[in-house]
């Protein structure tokens, strides 16, 4: 008995140390996502299937909303343009922002994106791979004005 004193820190110890390292090693775990994937969008202001999780609503100290978007592969949002701007924040997979008049850029994880306002824009997922986004909306202005939807010319040229 007297030599649990010295085992029992021993035993946890070892525990901690193997917990941690399952951590660090298990894949799966590192897959996970970072922010909830929310509830399927239903309204029409999409083309495919997307999922919004509002993390932050605009308040008095923040006129900025963040929501996490997560955009399965074909999907996209109709153009649109914010009259405070937005910025995008990529957290996984690959997609497409586009402004009107420019090129499509091609977005991966790790990537940010700075929407001006009121410029018409949209962005997706790519054709064959999911995309997830944080949206960092101004509030101030006004809302999201919605226009016409990306037709799949649009989409795919
Ligand atoms: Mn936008």
Redesign the pocket.
Known sequence: MKNLKYILPIAIALFTACSNNQKMEDPKQQNELVFPQGKKITNDNFTGTAYLQMLMDADSLNSISVGNVTFEPGAR?KW???PAG?I?LVTDGVGYYQEKGQPKKILRKGDAIK?PPDVP???GASADTAFVQL?I?GREKGE?VWLEAVTDEEYHK
């Open positions: 949002s649109h343009t914010h937005q995008l929407c824009h949209w962005h949206a909306t999201t």
